[in-house]
């Protein structure tokens, strides 16, 4: 009952305020409690009560009695909390009492009591307690009222001993910036200007609000230094240096640290100074200031507004004559058109959160498409005559033979090398002839970004508790498997990262290096002078290592060695590519590594996928009927509520994708003695997976389905990402059936 919201509860609340822009009736519960959290700190207030208007009744949202109103007697402590209970549950008819007519006329009431009267008995009967001053103010919606703000008493230890003006016209301040955020929770139809969820955000966080460009003096230099890339990306502008290491800066969520983070990190300057602003503010003044990528372009062929420059370097829009460069320009890799036009197509991929580009020759055209979220779109369609100059930059930049065009070839670009800006990241360049000419697949590697903590993977509970056990074990074999980009390197770096200290040596075999984590020591492979995975590892086995990461077992002579490495006391840790957790035995076996081996070394296997996240910004809450019901029941024992669907046009959050961001599904399967059973004597992939399930493994579907039910994704994505387990389907009822599931088949 104490108002005592910790430093995190109030970051958590806060951000569910401001990015939770779908209304829902629960979340009307933060705004209330960072509201009242404020008002109760400011005016130390004894008590304080927020109504709101609903079904034309008055409604008590919430209340807050002091400690100080018992700690004489405080055998009343639980008569105030019954109390509080009780008034929770009420409604009072509208136009009821003091809040009745502030809520009726809209206009604040001032109470400061020093005689005796029936209405002041009432009120002392009703609250348990004396009153001497109280404070009510309405909470003013687009349409009138739609509730009040009360405060009763000043604390016993406050300067003053009643309210005071000054008082009224802070409490009126706060319900003028609440009210809005209220009202988008519990009115779907209304919408919030940005600029109010500015208002509330500055004064929640006590930071100075910038609601227009002409109240501050841009340094434009100091944008520039910085970047559009990293102010694209952390939504963080600096507007003036404040010393020759520091900025002042603009942000819409002072909170948000880890953007805060990755600009000081990846800027060396340092954050002295925050003001809030409203993200149209925001990036107002990034397209005066930086040129305007965000604009829609003309040109009918180019697919993103961040691509206009694009479109003019290479003169899409001039087409046949026209002041665009000529024919040989765009045809000479080392032609300034063509340095332009391969830099902006990084630039832009980076701003825009990608994490491959795809550059494709087809018979007319050259297009270049992106993968964000795990899904490829077009991004951009230019004529075929760039393709041959632009592929011979990218070979340039990459130190790849540029005469060379019918064998594959792999190289590396460190982009830091070929431009201005701030963009500190690495390309990982994969080049192969096709039928019209020869296709560039680039990899982005951003130097900036660190291993996420292993409680942002998206692990369960259950499955975070069991994989920490393992990554303290000290010896034992931790494989994961899945396909290109479904996350495996994060996860094992963040593993790393958790035990990483001093008293460990830790080294690790990459190709290439993704992560940088202090006190690891990294090698990078080199195939063309002979330095594989296989030599790095018989290295390490001479260093006194106590874990070793390797980068990918690829071959028979790297899982030996690995399996060597796990058995002798060592903690190894490494990937394979397979479908799932229990195939992984199936594809050791099938590079000659003997089951006992297998099972005496592998600690846990993790199958992963990156799921994609909804947009919670237009995400649509419902009840799944049919197919839907029946698979989500099945995977989750029977569980069925609401979940989220996607927006059919999505919203400008999502920049209509509908989906924003990715997070991880995991299959945990822990080695445990049946396991090792069944390993040594041969059973195939369906036994090892009927077993782990009976000893409690959760499968990646029945995990995707748990991201379902906690309204991360969609059930059409989990599908989608992973399909439903046909063992699931032979061991559970369909939701109607009451008969009890038969219990899974002994191996």
Same mark, same amino acid.
């Given at each position: 009952m104490k108002q005592n919201l910790t430093g995190a509860l109030r970051r958590t609340l806060l951000l569910k305020v401001i990015s939770k822009p779908q209304p829902t009736r629960d979340d009307v519960e933060s705004v209330v409690e960072l509201a009242s959290a404020k008002v109760i700190e400011a005016l130390e207030a004894q008590s304080m009560t927020v109504y709101l208007l609903e079904d034309k009744q008055i409604a008590f949202k919430y209340v807050y009695y002091s400690p100080t109103l018992w700690e004489d007697f405080p055998e009343r402590e639980e008569e105030f909390e019954n109390r509080r209970k009780s008034l929770l549950k009420m409604r009072l008819p509208e136009g009821t009492g003091v809040v009745g007519q502030v809520i009726r006329t809209g206009e604040p009431s001032f109470y400061s009591f020093d005689a005796d009267g029936d209405s002041i008995h009432v009120l002392h009967r009703n609250t348990g307690f004396e009153i001497t001053s109280m404070l009510t103010v309405p909470l003013l919606g687009s349409k009138g009222p739609i509730g009040a703000l009360q405060v009763l008493n000043k604390e016993p230890f406050a300067d003053d001993d009643y309210f005071t003006e000054g008082n009224l016209a802070l409490l009126a301040e706060v319900a003028e910036y609440t009210a809005p955020l209220i009202q988008r929770m519990i009115d779907s139809s209304y919408k919030i200007e940005d600029r109010e969820a500015a208002k509330f955000v500055a004064r929640y966080t006590e930071n100075r609000l910038v609601a227009d460009a002409s109240e501050l003096s841009v340094d434009e230099n100091v944008i520039t230094t910085v970047?559009?890339?990293? $102010?694209?990306?952390?939504?963080?502008?600096?507007?003036?240096? /404040?010393?020759?290491?520091? +900025? *002042?800066? &603009?942000?819409?969520?002072?909170?948000?640290?880890?953007?805060?983070?990755?600009?000081?990190?990846?800027?060396?300057?340092?954050?002295?100074?925050?003001?809030?602003?409203?993200?149209?503010?925001?990036?107002s003044l990034l397209k005066q200031y930086v040129g305007g990528l965000g604009e829609a372009s003309a040109g009918p062929t180019v697919g993103s507004g961040e691509m206009a420059e694009i479109a003019d370097v290479i003169d899409v829009e001039y087409g046949d004559g026209g002041d665009g460069p000529s024919d040989d320009e765009l045809t000479d890799e080392d032609s300034a058109p063509i340095i332009q036009l391969a830099n902006r197509?990084?630039?832009?991929?980076?701003?825009?959160?990608?994490?491959?580009?795809?550059?494709?020759?087809?018979?007319?055209?050259?297009?270049?498409?992106?993968?964000?979220?795990? $899904?490829?779109?077009?991004?951009?369609?230019?004529?075929?005559? /760039?393709?041959?100059?632009? +592929? *011979?930059? &990218?070979?340039?930049?990459?130190?790849?033979?540029?005469?060379?065009?019918?064998?594959?070839?792999?190289?590396?670009?460190?982009?830091?090398?070929?431009?201005?800006?701030?963009?500190?990241?690495?390309?990982?360049?994969?080049?192969?002839?096709?039928?019209?000419?020869?296709?560039?697949?680039?990899?982005?590697?951003?130097?900036?970004?660190?291993?996420?903590?292993?409680?942002?993977?998206?692990?369960?509970?259950?499955?975070?508790?069991?994989?920490?056990?393992?990554?303290?074990?000290?010896?034992?074999?931790?494989l994961h498997c899945g396909p290109t980009g479904s996350g495996k390197s994060m996860t094992l770096f963040s593993a790393l990262r958790e035990v990483a200290s001093p008293d460990v040596n830790i080294q690790t075999a990459e190709d290439p290096i993704e992560y940088t984590i202090p006190g690891i020591n990294q090698m990078q492979m080199h195939r063309q002078i002979g330095l594989t995975f296989a030599k790095a590892l018989r290295c390490y086995l001479r260093m006194d290592p106590d874990i070793i990461l390797v980068g990918e077992i690829r071959d028979q002579e790297t899982a030996e060695i690995a399996v060597e490495a796990a058995l002798t006391g060592h903690l190894l840790l490494s990937t394979l590519h397979t479908n799932d957790a229990p195939s992984t035995v199936a594809r050791l076996t099938d590079m000659n590594i003997e089951p006992f081996m297998i099972s005496a070394s592998l600690l846990v296997v993790c199958a992963q996928r990156l799921m994609r996240r909804v947009c919670k910004n237009c995400a649509i809450s419902y009840t799944p009927e049919g197919n839907e019901a029946q698979i989500l029941s099945r995977a989750l024992d029977g569980w069925l509520g609401p979940v989220f669907k996607a927006s059919p046009s999505g919203c400008a959050t999502c920049n209509g994708n509908s989906y924003k961001g990715r997070v991880g599904i995991h299959e945990l399967m822990v080695n445990n003695d049946e396991l090792t059973k069944a390993i040594n004597s041969g059973a195939d992939s369906a036994v090892i997976k009927r077993i782990a399930m009976q000893t409690g493994m959760k499968?990646?579907?029945?995990?995707?389905?748990?991201?379902?039910?906690?309204?991360?994704?969609t059930i059409i994505e989990a599908v989608a990402t992973v399909p439903p387990d046909q063992i699931l389907a032979e061991i559970s009822p369909p939701p109607e059936t009451e008969a009890p599931a038969p219990a899974l088949v002994e191996a």
């Open positions: 970047g559009e890339a990293i $102010i694209r990306r952390t939504q963080i502008l600096p507007y003036k240096r /404040v010393s020759p290491t520091s +900025v *002042a800066v &603009l942000m819409t969520n002072p909170l948000d640290y880890p953007s805060r983070e990755t600009f000081q990190n990846t800027t060396d300057f340092r954050i002295d100074e925050i003001a809030v602003a409203p993200l149209s503010l925001i990036e197509i990084i630039e832009d991929a980076y701003v825009s959160g990608a994490s491959d580009i795809h550059i494709e020759p087809q018979e007319k055209d050259l297009i270049v498409r992106y993968r964000v979220d795990g $899904i490829c779109a077009e991004k951009l369609r230019l004529p075929s005559k /760039v393709a041959g100059a632009l +592929v *011979a930059r &990218l070979k340039v930049m990459s130190d790849l033979d540029i005469a060379e065009k019918r064998l594959p070839q792999d190289g590396r670009i460190v982009f830091k090398k070929f431009t201005r800006k701030n963009i500190d990241i690495d390309l990982r360049v994969a080049i192969g002839p096709m039928n019209h000419g020869e296709k560039v697949v680039m990899r982005i590697l951003d130097k900036t970004k660190s291993a996420l903590p292993i409680t942002a993977l998206g692990f369960s509970q259950e499955n975070l508790s069991k994989y920490r056990d393992c990554i303290v074990q000290p010896y034992g074999m931790i499968t990646l579907h029945q995990d995707s389905m748990l991201k379902v039910k906690e309204q991360v994704s």
